[in-house]
């Protein structure tokens, strides 16, 4: 299963292996251990997927465990409980021969229920996994502490934060010696280990992104490498199913301003209207800067925005305090970037940099993989891969670009949102109702999700000939290679994981 309409640059979908779909037991257990992967080892979301009847494969996995030195230990540890467990009821009951083919059959029915003995294993390890991430966050923290001529760029928000990490990077890297966190790398952990890893003495500001899904996640995160500057991308319902409310989803995005240095400067998508109210309550009396296109109050401006009909992004006017610094394009179809890009120049002023780094940064800067990622296609065929945007800002943002095409037949493609928790619902509703103005044609997955965005698209007078429905996201990607056709744009709006139904 891919993006096979397009010639090259295929999305994270991978090609789906018709031999999962058994119940062989050795795929059982793998299976169940990727699902404790997906849900980052949390015993109460695991032992929850578990008994909402993931503890086999319903379809293809879109993805593949991981083998990492920890799912190591816990499916080795897992393995000798359980047949220890069929060991000591086998002899129980039974001697000599008997017993061992009574062993057996219960080690084989033992591992449809093999995430009982993960769980065991995962408690088992927990005080060694502790120690030992605690010993890897505390290396990375002294190794910062001795280098003093660094300043940390914190990147926090309910979506966004990749895209303003990479052209974050990309700009301030034309004045200073910048390093970013690669990827999704945003835990303490995994920022602990690249601090070791690639933060070399000479760097000199360093680009990270805060993920948070609990209260207190950034806290920790500024323990570790507290900013000089903390960018708020914006506050929405991502995370909502965890978090609770906007409410503590807001509290603890801005805790990356809260537990910034003293005399941080904290840099505020000023378009976002949730992390604009809260800004003010939330600095600690620390200097606050807003950004976004049109804001009066900064020195940098874009205008005369132009968008490409071919899909190689915003052509715009930048100006500095007044003076006019040339016409540009960038190569992002969101016009969110252009926003970024002027949050990235008021941090380049903050850093003491120089208004030619930025035009020589914005110059380089280029589209992020899966958001909003235009794929070649060898039949005329524009293909969108928005497939890591999941957030309800994102999709509307990424059906405002579908919209902006003009002339081509437009084709809407998801699974849904997740973790939208109460306002699922909602969020769906709108979303279809949204869809209704600007989609000829939208592609659903039969789940939990997607009959909201069905109800709203009808409620918005969409016609239900121009909505088609799948049983997996297997045969979703089929449809659409039988159902587009030369000349249209289609949009591919997130990739839903295989922990969710």
Request: aromatic fraction near 10%; charge should be positive; hydrophobic fraction near 45%.
């Amino acid at each position: 299963m891919g993006f096979e309409i397009a010639s090259s640059s295929r999305p994270r979908v991978v090609t789906p292996r018709k031999d999962t779909l058994n119940m062989n037991p050795f795929k059982i257990t793998t299976h169940q251990l990727y699902i404790f992967q997906l849900e980052n080892y949390e015993f109460s979301r695991f032992a929850a997927r578990m008994s909402e009847g993931l503890w086999r494969p319903r379809q293809a996995p879109r993805k593949s465990l991981v083998w990492t030195p920890k799912a190591v230990a816990l499916f080795v540890l897992a393995v000798f409980f359980e047949f220890l467990a069929a060991g000591l009821a086998a002899t129980s009951v039974l001697n000599g021969a008997a017993a061992w083919v009574l062993f057996a059959v219960l080690a084989v029915l033992l591992a449809y229920g093999f995430w009982l003995f993960l769980l065991a294993a995962a408690v088992f390890l927990w005080p060694l996994d502790f120690a030992l991430k605690q010993m890897v966050i505390g290396r990375a923290a002294a190794k910062l502490r001795a280098l003093s001529n660094i300043r940390v760029v914190g990147v926090a928000g309910s979506y966004g934060k990749t895209t303003f990490k990479n052209i974050a990077a990309t700009i301030l890297g034309e004045s200073f010696k910048t390093v970013m966190t690669p990827d999704s790398v945003n835990t303490p952990v995994g920022i602990a280990r690249w601090i070791l890893r690639d933060v070399a003495p000479e760097a000199e500001v360093l680009v990270v992104e805060f993920g948070e899904y609990y209260p207190g996640d950034i806290q920790k995160l500024c323990r570790l490498i507290p900013p000089d500057i903390s960018v708020i991308t914006g506050v929405n319902e991502a995370h909502l199913e965890r978090l609770g409310n906007l409410e503590t989803t807001a509290s603890t995005v801005f805790e990356a301003a809260v537990y910034a240095k003293p005399q941080a400067v904290i840099v505020v998508n000023g378009a976002d209207e949730l992390a604009a109210r809260f800004a003010p309550g939330s600095a600690g009396g620390r200097r606050t800067l807003f950004y976004g296109i049109g804001k009066a109050e900064t020195a940098w401006q874009v205008g005369n925005l132009e968008f490409m009909q071919d899909g190689s992004g915003w052509g715009f006017d930048l100006s500095y305090e007044g003076k006019s610094l040339g016409r540009f394009r960038v190569p992002f179809l969101g016009e969110y970037a252009l926003s970024d890009l002027i949050g990235t120049a008021l941090i380049a002023d903050e850093l003491g940099g120089k208004p030619e780094g930025v035009v020589r940064g914005v110059a380089k800067l280029k589209t992020v993989e899966h958001r909003l990622q235009v794929l070649p296609s060898e039949n005329k065929i524009l293909v969108i891969d928005d497939s890591y945007n999941g957030n309800p800002s994102g999709a509307a943002e990424a059906v405002k670009v579908l919209g902006r095409f003009l002339g081509r037949r437009r084709i809407y493609v998801t699974p849904g949102l997740v973790e939208m928790g109460k306002n699922s619902a909602a969020v769906h509703e709108t979303l279809g109702r949204t869809l209704a103005k600007t989609a000829d044609l939208v592609l659903l997955v039969r789940n939990s999700a997607t009959p909201h965005i069905a109800s709203g698209l009808l409620a918005a007078s969409f016609p239900e000939s121009h909505l088609r429905w799948f049983a997996s996201a297997a045969e979703l990607f089929a449809g659409v290679k039988t159902l587009a056709r030369p000349g249209d744009v289609v949009l591919f709006q997130n990739d839903w994981p295989d922990n969710y139904l």
